[in-house]
């Protein structure tokens, strides 16, 4: 008898033997039997079926018809769930298909320690097309700007919109693409300048969810370079924006 019928000969014996002791015993004991003999197949089991239930999930939500995606990483923990609701019955209600998808879970924050972790979750919530509009304060505004990922708004924003919040002084100007060298130093002249957000002070926005800063702390309103949804990015950004 070769290994191979040898190994198959003594599992199938192994079986049939747990099988025997399994139907001798009574209810309860029988998962007790189960779980003492096959706990690490059955976790193991479990941990696949999770993560591809994960997989498949994001592969779903990704397919699905959305408008647009908004990011919303904000100073500190205000709720800002009833401007958005208000914001979204109002985009929607020009009866569009696709969703509005908001993400108050995206977090960025160079003084945590999970700092790399954030870095991951934004690269590949921008990679996979699940961010158009960026609410954010000064980490996440640098970190997008040295990723390259804004959108110069010269050239998705309308140039009546783009005049309005030029003559309010509302845009904000900074180099895009900064390459950081071996001791972490940026050079500004090494990067590309251009408009790349919006300051949002003063807005009745800024007002809702920024007035539990202490330090006053500024908040952006940017566009992703990849977004298909330029109309309702306008359209978010004119609503950020009232005062």
Not at 37 to 57: D, G, N, Q
Not at 68 to 78: Q, S, T
Not at 141 to 154: G, I, R
Request: glycine share 4%; charged share 20%; proline share 3%.
């Amino acid at each position: 008898m070769t290994l191979k019928k040898r190994n198959l000969f003594s599992l199938r014996s192994n079986l049939y033997r747990d099988f025997c002791t399994f139907k001798q015993l009574p209810g309860k004991q029988k998962l007790t039997f189960i779980w003492d003999y096959y706990k690490w197949r059955i976790l193991a089991c479990i941990a696949t079926v999770i993560v591809i239930s994960s997989f498949v999930s994001i592969l779903w939500e990704g397919q699905k018809p959305c408008r647009l995606r908004i990011c919303v990483v904000l100073n500190e923990e205000a709720d800002c769930a009833s401007w958005f609701s208000s914001f979204t019955d109002k985009l929607q209600s020009d009866g569009k298909p696709g969703a509005i998808d908001i993400n108050f879970d995206q977090i960025f924050d160079y003084n945590s320690p999970y700092y790399y972790a954030h870095e991951m979750n934004v690269m590949s919530t921008i990679s996979s097309g699940r961010m158009d509009v960026a609410i954010c304060g000064e980490h996440l505004y640098q970190y997008l700007l040295t990723l390259h990922a804004c959108f110069p708004l010269d050239q998705c924003l309308s140039d009546e919109l783009f005049q309005t919040l030029s003559d309010n002084g509302k845009l904000i100007s900074g180099p895009a693409s900064q390459i950081a060298d071996r001791q972490g130093v940026t050079e500004l002249e090494d990067g590309i300048d251009g408009y790349y957000a919006v300051d949002l002070s003063g807005s009745s926005f800024f007002q809702l969810c920024n007035q539990a800063s202490l330090e006053n702390e500024p908040l952006y309103a940017v566009i992703i370079s990849n977004t298909e949804h330029l109309d309702d990015c306008e359209t978010l950004i004119r609503a950020l924006t009232e005062a």
